[in-house]
């Protein structure tokens, strides 16, 4: 009896503390900023982006459900903060990383991340689509 009345103390904490930690405001300003100005590519490389990599290298980004839970919340802002800062499709003038540092990450399959390909599956590249957007990006 002293067990079960421990592990619904613990519960119960649990979500009290789930519950306090919704009202850090972090994470729940989905603003997009405008888009500046976009690389010189075609059609299929922007696609090949959008699906890829718009929701953290552009101001395009697509805020899913679980991102206005903290603290999932927290870390998707980390991660669309983090991902503009280092290069933004949507801002490419002030893209920040040279056209061989993001062929090299797309090339090795440092981008798309693995987490964010588990929450998106069809973000995942097959080679061919691995190569046309570092092509399409290198015009």
Not at 3 to 9: E, R
Not at 90 to 113: L, T
Not at 117 to 125: F, R, S, T, V, Y
């Amino acid at each position: 009896m002293k067990i079960a009345k421990i592990l619904g103390i613990i519960v119960l904490i649990g979500i009290v503390l789930f519950a306090l930690i919704q009202l850090v405001p972090y994470g729940r300003s989905h603003k997009n900023p405008p888009v500046v100005q976009e690389p010189n590519w075609d059609a299929q490389t922007r696609a090949i982006a959008k699906k890829a990599c718009f929701d953290c290298h552009s101001n395009e980004t697509v805020w899913p459900w679980y991102s206005n839970i903290a603290p999932v919340s927290w870390l998707v802002q980390r991660d669309v903060d983090e991902g503009r800062s280092k290069m933004n499709f949507s801002d490419w003038g002030n893209r920040g990383r040279p056209i061989d540092e993001i062929a090299s990450e797309v090339q090795e399959g440092g981008m798309p991340p693995g987490q964010y390909k588990l929450m998106h599956p069809a973000a995942k590249l097959t080679d061919a689509e691995k190569q046309a957007l570092i092509q399409g990006l290198g015009r």
